[in-house]
Protein backbone atom coordinates (compact mmCIF):
# COMPACT_ATOMS: atom_id res chain seq x y z
CA UNK A 1 0.00 0.00 0.00
CA UNK A 2 1.08 3.43 -0.97
CA UNK A 3 0.14 6.73 0.52
CA UNK A 4 0.93 10.38 -0.02
CA UNK A 5 0.76 12.36 3.47
CA UNK A 6 0.78 16.31 2.70
CA UNK A 7 1.75 17.44 6.11
CA UNK A 8 2.95 16.28 10.19
CA UNK A 9 -0.69 16.52 10.51
CA UNK A 10 -1.60 13.43 8.01
CA UNK A 11 1.14 12.01 8.91
CA UNK A 12 -0.28 11.70 12.72
CA UNK A 13 -3.59 11.05 11.41
CA UNK A 14 -2.47 7.96 9.22
CA UNK A 15 -0.64 6.68 12.80
CA UNK A 16 -4.28 6.88 14.28
CA UNK A 17 -6.08 4.92 11.44
CA UNK A 18 -2.91 2.48 10.90
CA UNK A 19 -3.77 2.11 14.79
CA UNK A 20 -7.20 0.57 14.31
CA UNK A 21 -5.55 -2.36 12.26
CA UNK A 22 -3.09 -2.91 15.21
CA UNK A 23 -3.27 -5.45 18.21
CA UNK A 24 -1.02 -7.08 20.81
CA UNK A 25 1.61 -8.75 19.21
CA UNK A 26 1.93 -6.64 16.64
CA UNK A 27 5.73 -5.29 15.29
CA UNK A 28 5.95 -2.01 13.38
CA UNK A 29 9.46 -1.48 11.24
CA UNK A 30 9.75 2.86 10.47
CA UNK A 31 11.91 3.43 7.99
CA UNK A 32 12.88 6.53 6.79
CA UNK A 33 15.92 9.56 7.12
CA UNK A 34 15.81 11.76 9.82
CA UNK A 35 13.19 13.97 10.07
CA UNK A 36 10.63 11.64 8.48
CA UNK A 37 8.31 12.08 10.09
CA UNK A 38 8.80 8.18 12.19
CA UNK A 39 7.70 9.87 15.43
CA UNK A 40 5.32 11.97 14.36
CA UNK A 41 3.76 8.44 12.76
CA UNK A 42 4.02 6.67 16.23
CA UNK A 43 2.32 9.83 17.90
CA UNK A 44 -0.45 9.13 15.81
CA UNK A 45 -0.38 5.02 16.44
CA UNK A 46 -0.34 5.67 20.38
CA UNK A 47 -2.94 8.51 19.57
CA UNK A 48 -5.29 5.76 17.73
CA UNK A 49 -4.60 2.93 20.40
CA UNK A 50 -5.46 5.33 23.54
CA UNK A 51 -2.03 5.48 25.40
CA UNK A 52 -0.45 7.54 27.85
CA UNK A 53 1.60 10.27 26.25
CA UNK A 54 3.24 12.14 25.59
CA UNK A 55 4.58 9.56 22.35
CA UNK A 56 8.29 11.27 21.46
CA UNK A 57 11.53 10.21 20.08
CA UNK A 58 13.25 7.19 22.78
CA UNK A 59 16.36 8.17 21.15
CA UNK A 60 18.74 8.40 24.25
CA UNK A 61 16.60 5.98 26.44
CA UNK A 62 16.21 3.25 23.77
CA UNK A 63 12.70 1.96 24.45
CA UNK A 64 9.50 3.40 25.90
CA UNK A 65 6.66 1.93 26.84
CA UNK A 66 3.27 3.79 27.16
CA UNK A 67 0.42 1.83 28.90
CA UNK A 68 -3.29 2.03 27.72
CA UNK A 69 -5.90 3.96 29.03
CA UNK A 70 -8.17 2.60 27.06
CA UNK A 71 -7.95 -1.34 28.01
CA UNK A 72 -5.76 -2.10 24.92
CA UNK A 73 -2.48 -3.27 24.86
CA UNK A 74 0.63 -1.08 25.64
CA UNK A 75 2.60 0.85 22.98
CA UNK A 76 6.42 0.33 22.81
CA UNK A 77 8.06 2.61 21.33
CA UNK A 78 12.11 1.67 20.18
CA UNK A 79 14.80 3.78 18.51
CA UNK A 80 16.95 1.09 17.32
CA UNK A 81 19.53 4.12 15.77
CA UNK A 82 22.35 2.96 17.89
CA UNK A 83 22.07 -0.33 18.30
CA UNK A 84 24.06 -2.38 16.26
CA UNK A 85 22.95 -5.57 16.44
CA UNK A 86 20.56 -7.71 17.10
CA UNK A 87 21.44 -8.97 20.45
CA UNK A 88 21.14 -5.58 21.71
CA UNK A 89 17.83 -5.45 20.44
CA UNK A 90 16.96 -8.67 22.70
CA UNK A 91 19.15 -7.05 26.20
CA UNK A 92 16.15 -4.90 25.98
CA UNK A 93 13.37 -7.54 26.52
CA UNK A 94 10.80 -6.04 25.01
CA UNK A 95 7.52 -7.59 25.32
CA UNK A 96 6.59 -8.62 21.88
CA UNK A 97 3.89 -10.96 22.51
CA UNK A 98 1.42 -8.48 24.59
CA UNK A 99 1.92 -5.22 22.79
CA UNK A 100 2.22 -3.19 19.96
CA UNK A 101 5.95 -2.76 19.14
CA UNK A 102 6.98 0.18 17.12
CA UNK A 103 10.58 0.33 15.95
CA UNK A 104 12.61 2.97 14.28
CA UNK A 105 15.76 2.03 12.13
CA UNK A 106 14.54 -1.54 13.10
CA UNK A 107 15.43 -2.91 10.02
CA UNK A 108 17.86 -6.00 9.72
CA UNK A 109 17.65 -5.73 13.49
CA UNK A 110 14.01 -6.78 14.39
CA UNK A 111 12.28 -8.91 11.79
CA UNK A 112 13.08 -12.28 13.72
CA UNK A 113 11.04 -11.55 16.60
CA UNK A 114 7.92 -12.21 15.62
CA UNK A 115 6.47 -14.33 12.53
CA UNK A 116 4.44 -11.04 11.04
CA UNK A 117 5.53 -7.44 10.57
CA UNK A 118 4.43 -4.29 8.56
CA UNK A 119 7.18 -2.68 7.58
CA UNK A 120 6.68 1.13 7.21
CA UNK A 121 8.95 2.89 5.08
CA UNK A 122 8.53 6.95 4.84
CA UNK A 123 10.38 9.15 2.09
CA UNK A 124 10.74 12.31 2.30
CA UNK A 125 11.30 14.92 -0.81
CA UNK A 126 14.89 15.37 -2.56
CA UNK A 127 16.61 18.43 -0.72
CA UNK A 128 15.36 18.70 2.62
CA UNK A 129 17.39 15.63 4.17
CA UNK A 130 18.87 16.55 8.06
CA UNK A 131 22.63 17.08 8.04
CA UNK A 132 24.57 14.10 9.82
CA UNK A 133 25.04 15.21 13.48
CA UNK A 134 21.40 16.64 13.43
CA UNK A 135 19.63 16.38 16.78
CA UNK A 136 16.73 13.72 16.32
CA UNK A 137 13.92 16.53 17.89
CA UNK A 138 15.33 19.11 15.48
CA UNK A 139 15.29 16.51 12.85
CA UNK A 140 11.94 15.79 12.91
CA UNK A 141 10.71 19.22 12.47
CA UNK A 142 12.73 19.60 9.49
CA UNK A 143 10.23 19.85 6.74
CA UNK A 144 7.27 18.64 8.98
CA UNK A 145 5.15 20.09 6.82
CA UNK A 146 6.27 18.52 3.70
CA UNK A 147 4.98 15.76 1.56
CA UNK A 148 5.68 12.46 2.19
CA UNK A 149 5.07 9.23 0.68
CA UNK A 150 4.72 6.27 2.94
CA UNK A 151 4.82 2.31 1.59
CA UNK A 152 3.20 -0.07 4.02
CA UNK A 153 3.89 -3.99 3.49
CA UNK A 154 2.63 -6.14 5.93
CA UNK A 155 5.01 -10.01 6.06
CA UNK A 156 3.78 -13.06 6.98
CA UNK A 157 0.56 -14.59 7.97
CA UNK A 158 -0.98 -11.70 10.24
CA UNK A 159 -1.07 -9.92 7.32
CA UNK A 160 -2.08 -12.28 5.18
CA UNK A 161 -5.03 -10.75 3.09
CA UNK A 162 -5.26 -7.44 4.32
CA UNK A 163 -4.95 -4.35 2.30
CA UNK A 164 -1.51 -4.59 3.39
CA UNK A 165 -0.19 -7.80 2.18
CA UNK A 166 2.32 -8.19 -0.58
CA UNK A 167 1.35 -7.89 -3.83
CA UNK A 168 -2.13 -6.43 -2.80
Do not use: C, N
Not at 31 to 50: D, E, N, Q
Not at 106 to 135: F, K, M, N
Amino acid sequence: MRIEVPDAAAMEAFGRELARELRAGDLVLLTGPLGAGKTTLTRGIGAGLGVRGPVQSPTFVLARTHPSLAGGPPLVHVDAYRLGDATLVEDLDLDFAHSVVVVEWGAGLVEDAADSRLEVVIERPEGTVAAPGTDAADAESLGGDEPRRITVTGVGPRWAGSRFATGR
